[in-house]
């Protein structure tokens, strides 16, 4: 008789060897092979195939009953706005950022805004001792808020606590997920397994128990939340705090919502007091200019459905001679500040070979919208020629390679709210529902734009 053939299945990813290794060849995990006994193959076999011995489910048409869920306005606009119009209770949210942005005294707000209007809140640090955190309270003038705060990072003390509680919180915030620890998984906290089974168990009491979750995730070097991309499946909402530490402003951005759309932001400035709303965002990134200076452009910029208006910069520097003349660009994106050039050489005769060039957003802003395109070209042609554009005038089209200049998502929208903050006047690419109140001057290839400029 055959004996029976040892196998051994990896406890991480369910791969089977016939030999004991120390790592597993599929997920390179260490001591996970487990000798599987023999009998196991028939189970294995049997239950190989599932099409048998389950519970049936049912199914609903698609124009069944839909309820909505009912919202929790935290009473921050600029944080319900993010988030789609409020929280959703039994939901779970991850919001990630640079260390030192602002997401524990946002948070802070938020759960001290909901605890005064009567939500039972609870705010879990795991950063930071209760007595800091406190003290960052009464600065903010938040000390007398009902808010329920702990110190802690045992995710079974937590759990425990919470579901001994007489009810479940509504509002519960883990600051943050990288320092909780589960002690069903070995490893230190803020391993892969670790995160991901402290969020599995967090999450799953959230759903359970019908609280607004939020777990507060850094953010690595390279923009990703740090753990498991995995942590992005496992929340129903993903959101990113952003901005530059050395400037004012922060923007609260959904780049996932499964209860709503990713195109909104809520706008904060990060002050004194901390993060105050910034219902008007234009008005932090336009400078205060008291006369025309060559280079400068405003270009009406989109953020979801709301005009931002930002203003470019551009400055060139003429080199003596030979030496590769420096291209940088700050808030927008290199490549595409190269094309711009390229098409102003190739086809208007606008060459800044031998110039050294520089573009900045002002305000640490980030523009990726290639509607900026034609306020980038009217930008670098105007610090060439040192000509100025005028004053009161905003500038916004997309640029071909062709030279062409096409239209823009949104322009009407854009030049609504250009007018409404006092601009006279717009340089755009044909648009048949321009707003009333704005003098449009429309261009169809760039070369136009360069003569108006260069008064040709
Ligand atoms: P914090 O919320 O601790 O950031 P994170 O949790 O994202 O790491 O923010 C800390 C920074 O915010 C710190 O550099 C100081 C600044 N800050 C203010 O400028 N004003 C304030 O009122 C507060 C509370 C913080
Ligand atoms: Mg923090």
Known sequence: MAKPKKRYVCQACGSVATRWQGQCADCAEWNTL???????????????NLQGGGRRISFVGLDDEVALPARMQTGIAEFDRAIGGGLVPGSATLIGGDPGIGKSTLLLQVAARLAGSGKRSIYISGEEAADQVRLRARRLGLGDAPLKLAAATSVRDILTTLSEEEEAPDFLVIDSIQTMHSDMIEGAPGTVSQVRASAHELVRFAKEKGSALILVGHVTKDGNIAGPRVLEHMVDTVLGFEGERSHQYRILRAVKNRFGG????????????????????????????????????????????????????????????GATPRRSAVGWDSSRLAMLLAVLEARCGVSFASTEVYLNVAGGYRLSDPAADLAVAAALVSALSERPIPGGTVILGEVALSGEVRPVAHGALRLKAAAKLGFESAWSPKMSDAPAGLQAAYFERLGQLVDRILGR
């Open 34 to 48: 487990v000798e599987d006994a023999a009998n196991v193959v028939t189970t294995f076999a049997k239950k190989h």
């Open 262 to 321: 990713t195109d909104e932001i809520g706008v904060f400035a990060m002050e004194g007091k901390g993060l105050s709303e910034v219902a008007n965002p234009s008005a932090l990134f336009l400078t205060e200019r008291s006369e025309e200076v060559s280079g400068t452009v405003v270009f009406p910029a989109l953020e979801g459905t709301r005009p931002v208006l930002v203003e470019l910069q551009a400055l060139t520097v003429r080199l003596a001679s």
